[in-house]
């Protein structure tokens, strides 16, 4: 409800990825091992210094998570990963799976509250479809936005990019 109309406020400070991914991989995990799946976590070094607000950074990348988990069939990859961008002190977050897919028509309606495909394994899971427009909000306040590629049937990239600070 804050983040609809627009009194959600966030509480930036100075992190690393490393600290966030901390919590994320516990959280992950516990999910991965719920779900039979295998979790894999790639964060190189050298990535930016962040001002964010840590705890609305790992709640984007787990309702992210969350969905790879859900719409995964069992024994899946669930991989979350950060690459640097050619832009000075950006970084791209990634949360892929071998899951599902979507189609491009379901693609387009991400965002929308309450949507959720029509899938058997997506139909099946308890969920409301509110996962992925509160991440795409919350992107929205740290001035990101959430970048999607899928393909029914063999998985989806759910990606953003965190801009940290360029040290010279």
């Known amino acids: 409800n804050k983040l609809r109309s627009g009194k959600l406020q966030l509480a930036a400070k100075m992190t690393t990825f490393g600290q966030i991914m901390i919590e994320v991989q516990k959280q992950t995990a516990t999910l991965a091992t719920q779900f039979e799946h295998t979790a894999t976590f790639e964060v190189p070094q050298g990535l930016p210094i962040l001002t964010v607000d840590t705890p609305q950074v790992v709640k984007v990348i787990m309702h992210l998570a969350r969905n790879a988990c859900m719409y995964t069939p069992k024994g899946g990859q669930i991989t979350i990963s950060a690459a640097l961008t050619d832009e000075p002190g950006t970084f791209r977050v990634t949360i892929r799976d071998t899951g599902v897919g979507m189609k491009p028509e379901e693609v387009a309606r991400l965002g929308e509250p309450f949507y959720r495909a029509d899938h058997e394994l997506v139909t099946s899971q308890k969920g409301y479809g509110l996962g992925v427009p509160v991440a795409m909000g919350l992107l929205a306040l740290m001035e990101s936005r ?19 600070m360029v040290m010279s």
């Open 146 to 164: 959430l970048d999607v590629e899928s393909t029914p049937e063999q998985g989806s990239a759910f990606s953003f990019v965190l801009r940290g």
